[in-house]
């Protein structure tokens, strides 16, 4: 089985400007999130989607967006991206949630100038 | 609120020397516990959960609700252990984790 997908590997982007970065997890898993990886506050929860609804939310502002797909890919937004923007992103996905095993993807290493 | 401290960024020992990786967690409920692992060029990956109460890779973890602690222990510690560990709390019913800062074992040969 293939394993969880993140594209892309790296981006580079201004202050101000927006992102997407896209996710696809383990077939046949139904449940993605999406965590924030920095140096400061390490591992952080930004959200989590199943069959297409958000299911849970971290504590991150409105400029973080996601969803997800019918065939269960999903994509997060960043938009007005700021400095401390700057950050790896992880994807992992699990069958279907509640205490199921997270597998994770490589991350995107989003840098913000 | 929950938090999982991990009270060491890093940790050496030599090999063969026990090993011990120190978590508290709190959190007013019953958690589920995890302990995820990251190898050098390799994604973090599951490496135990205590609710199955199994070994993996000689690593044991036992969950103590009065000291609210989930420490990871091995009697014998192996070069390929080096790696980082974090330590994680999924609220009941929920599926988002929250991390520790993680520690970084290094297994001196």
């Known amino acids: 089985k293939a394993g969880v997908t993140q594209t892309p590997r790296y981006l580079i982007k201004t202050r101000g400007q927006q992102v997407t970065l896209s996710c696809s997890p383990i077939s046949g898993h139904r449940s993605v999130s999406w965590y924030q990886q920095t140096p400061g506050q390490g591992l952080q929860f930004l959200f989590e989607?199943?069959?297409?609804?958000?299911?849970n939310k971290g504590n991150f502002p409105g400029r973080f967006s996601g969803r997800q797909f019918s065939n269960s890919r999903s994509e997060m937004n960043v938009s007005t991206l700021e400095l401390g923007d700057s950050a790896l992103y992880l994807c992992?996905?699990?069958?279907?949630?509640?205490?199921?095993?997270?597998?994770f993807g490589n991350g995107t290493r989003l840098t913000v100038t | 609120a929950q938090r999982v401290t991990q009270p060491e960024k890093l940790l050496s020992v030599f090999k063969g020397a026990p090993v011990e990786l120190k978590c508290n967690y709190s959190y007013s409920g019953s958690p589920e516990l995890f302990w995820y692992v990251q190898y050098s060029r390799q994604r973090l990956q599951l490496l135990l959960r205590h609710i199955s109460r199994e070994s993996i890779k000689g690593f044991t973890a036992d969950l103590n609700k009065g000291e609210t602690s989930f420490h990871l222990k091995k009697p014998f510690a192996q070069e390929e252990d080096s790696a980082m560990y974090y330590c994680?709390?999924?609220?009941?019913?929920?599926?988002?984790?929250?991390f520790g800062t993680g520690t970084r074992l290094t297994v001196i040969p």
């Open positions: 994680a709390l999924s609220p009941t019913g929920a599926n988002n984790l929250f």
């Open positions: 989607y199943f069959s297409e609804t958000q299911r």
């Open positions: 992992a996905s699990s069958v279907a949630g509640q205490g199921d095993t997270l597998h």
